[in-house]
Nanobody
Framework: QVQLVESGGGLVQPGGSLRVSCTASGFTFSTSPMSWYRQAPGKERRLVASITTTGYIKDYVDAEKGRFTTTRDNTYNTVYQQINHKKPDDTGVYFC??????????WGQGTQVTVSS
């Protein structure tokens, strides 16, 4: 079965950095585009970025350009989201996402990221 497991979240101070990871199983990761979403407290889940099978990145949050770096390692079936110079607005649950059979969406359980002094 398809499974997405996020990790790497935690508490960081403003200006700090961290990288969250998503390890996939149950499908052919190397041929699947991956995405990161964030759900801030009291807000709807929003797309942060998507990455294609070959590493091409599509950023959908312009304000985060230059701070967010999305990468993937097809050997280890893992996609990463590096966040630099973190702001309180980066706080939220970060979800890994993929689509299989062109229309079936799968989500991870999410990893909590909290930016606070």
């Amino acid at each position: 079965q398809v499974q997405l497991v996020e990790s790497g979240g935690g508490l960081v101070q403003p200006g700090g950095s961290l990288r969250v990871s998503c390890t996939a199983s149950g499908f052919t990761f190397s041929t699947s585009p991956m995405s990161w979403y964030r759900q801030a407290p009291g807000k709807e889940r929003r797309l942060v970025a998507s990455i294609t099978t070959t590493g091409y990145i599509k950023d959908y949050v312009d304000a985060e350009k230059g701070r967010f770096t999305t990468t993937r390692d097809n050997t280890y079936n893992t996609v990463y989201q590096q966040i630099n110079h973190k702001k309180p607005d980066d706080t939220g649950v970060y979800f890994c996402h993929t689509v299989q059979d062109w229309h079936i969406a799968f989500w991870g359980q999410g990893t909590q990221v909290t930016v606070s002094s």
